[in-house]
């Protein structure tokens, strides 16, 4: 059975910085790219970041580009999101997601989801 936790959120005021974690189980993690998306009130779920199954190659999209680092450890079979000068609009539920093959920013890519951690940004 495949899980994907998340952790790491929380409440932080503009500006400041969460490190969202995400822990995988039930599959060969080091075949997986590996992505985070968020989703905020009222809105569609959108790609955050991704990354290959190697580390090598990753992937962000244009609003968190120079603040958001995505990395993973194959060895402990988890996933991270590093999240610096967060703004209020980076406030949502963020997930964790695993896809087979190469790396990806369409959600029909992925084939696991964790449950979410929400992240909001208070200005």
């Known amino acids: 059975q495949v899980q994907l936790v998340e952790s790491g959120g929380g409440l932080v005021q503009a500006g400041g910085s969460l490190r969202l974690s995400c822990a995988a189980s039930?599959?060969?993690?080091?075949?997986?790219?590996m992505g985070w998306f968020r989703q905020a009130p009222g809105k569609e779920r959108e790609f955050v970041s991704a990354?290959?199954?190697?580390?090598?190659?990753?992937s962000y999209v244009d609003s968190v580009k120079g603040r958001f680092t995505i990395s993973r450890d194959n060895g402990k079979n988890t996933v991270y999101l590093q999240m610096n000068s967060l703004k209020p609009e980076d406030t949502a539920v963020y997930y964790c997601?695993?896809?087979?093959?190469?790396?990806?920013?369409?959600?029909?890519?992925?084939?696991?989801w964790g449950q979410g951690t929400q992240v909001t940004v208070s200005s």
């Open positions: 039930g599959l060969t993690f080091s075949k997986y790219a």
């Open positions: 990354i290959s199954w190697s580390g090598v190659t990753t």
């Open positions: 997601a695993a896809a087979r093959g190469m790396i990806s920013d369409h959600i029909r890519q992925y084939d696991y």
